[in-house]
């Protein structure tokens, strides 16, 4: 079947003279596998699942895993509404990318008291205030922490290394990796308390 469809894509890109398809095959073995543009030096396509992420308090939640590209801004609204469900009410504030600062998802999170981290939309200031541009740097460093988290799950919990062949079982590998991520963080918030309140007690007992 796999293969039926690679000669049926491709015939028909040579006779409309075109070099792109919808949906793609470009692995026989992974036929789910998309190429994405990305435009990143020296790697200019990557191919994988593609993966949108929330960092709450250092925790990570995955709000959408998909092996087709899509334009993760049209998510936030949802993500911020499952994060009500999660927590029971809207966060205070957004850290996200600059592609997030859409004017609806600007309506809907000053609608709803949201703080929507970035430059505002049009032309920017020509003066900055102190306290705007540290609250600037703030959001920056926030944002910078979701980078953060990828880079870690790379690093140190094998998501640049799978190498599964179907795409439900990389799915489970990456949350998976995720749940370790996680646990481990908590771990370290509990080994944390419980030596602090151990420091506390011989203190007093001194």
Known sequence: ???GEVYRQQKRMFEEGSRRINDRIVSVSQPHVRPMVRGKAGVPV???AKISVSLVEGYTFIDRMSWDNFNES????????RYRQRFGWYPESVHADRIYRSRDNLKYCAGHGIRLSGPRLGRPKRVVGPAERKLMRSDELERNAVEGKFGQG???YGLGLIRAKLAETSGSMIGMAVLVMNLEKLLREVFWSMWKRAIFTLVNQL
């Open 74 to 81: 049209v998510e936030l609204i949802e993500q911020i509404e």
């Open 46 to 48: 990557e191919f994988g």
């Open 154 to 156: 790379e690093r140190r």
């Open 1 to 3: 079947m796999v293969i």
